[in-house]
């Protein structure tokens, strides 16, 4: 059997998606969440895989979720990143450092712990291994505004996964980045749902980019015919293309 594939922030939207969709392909999953909730259970139970939970933006933690991971195995074909945290959105100057700080704590610190956990169970297999990370549309053209601190993170963890994917290919490790579109979620949880509606109307198609079609492109970058695309920013969206 595959080695599995180590998903963080399985409990999101993306996330279970993504879970959904590589175990419906016949992968092997190992499901993360911040919290032992009951939506990662019931995706744990569903989907007959392991999971594993706690704050991994904390160093102590993350060590302890790691020896989790390799007791279930040694070795991982693969690492998705979809962590997310919801934010208020406000004006760039009305919205407190403190929120900018938790934005960082839930993209960039986590990935960097995380990587450095599971780098020597990527590393180095015969087929190579890849590495999915979430980013966003919106680094792309010009950015909506109020949502300053989650662009920030995620500008930072983009970054820092171009650079990541040029130090890892030697071992091996492709490092993909995909951006998806504005998708309903925990994150547009302070949206009206008439104001999604307008913003889907808006868009060339008249709707929103969907979980499953983000499912679908990791799916298909966890294979070696997408190995090319490693490092560069693969957008995924049904809105005006930027």
């Known amino acids: 059997m595959q080695d599995p594939i180590l998903i963080i922030g399985a409990s999101g939207t993306i996330g279970s998606a993504i879970a959904t969709k590589l175990t419906d392909d016949g992968c092997s999953v190992i499901l993360h969440g911040a919290t032992d909730s009951k939506r990662l259970k019931n995706l744990a139970s569903k989907l007959k895989s392991p999971m594993i939970s706690g704050d991994i933006s904390d160093q102590l933690v993350t060590q302890k979720c790691a020896e989790k991971v390799h007791k279930c195995t040694e070795n991982l074909s693969g690492l998705i990143f979809a962590a997310a945290m919801p934010f208020p959105h406000k004006l760039t100057l009305r919205t407190e450092w403190q929120i900018f700080q938790q934005q960082l704590d839930s993209q960039l610190k986590p990935f960097h712990l995380i990587m450095q956990h599971f780098k020597t169970a990527l590393e180095n297999r015969e087929d190579g291994a890849r590495v999915i990370v979430l980013s966003t549309e919106y680094l792309l053209g010009t950015p909506p505004i109020k949502i300053a601190p989650y662009l920030s993170a995620k500008a930072a963890l983009t970054t820092y996964a171009k650079v990541l994917s040029q130090e890892l290919l030697s071992s091996k490790i492709r490092v993909h980045i995909i951006a998806p579109g504005l998708i309903k979620s925990p994150l ?27 499912a679908n492109l990791c799916a298909f970058m966890m ?3 997408a190995d090319a695309l490693y490092g560069n920013i693969v957008p995924i969206s049904r809105g005006t293309r930027r």
């Open 188 to 214: 547009t949880g302070d949206m009206p749902d008439e104001y999604l509606e307008l913003l889907a109307e808006r868009m060339p198609e008249k709707k929103l980019t969907t979980p499953e079609e983000v």
């Open 223 to 225: 294979q070696p015919d």
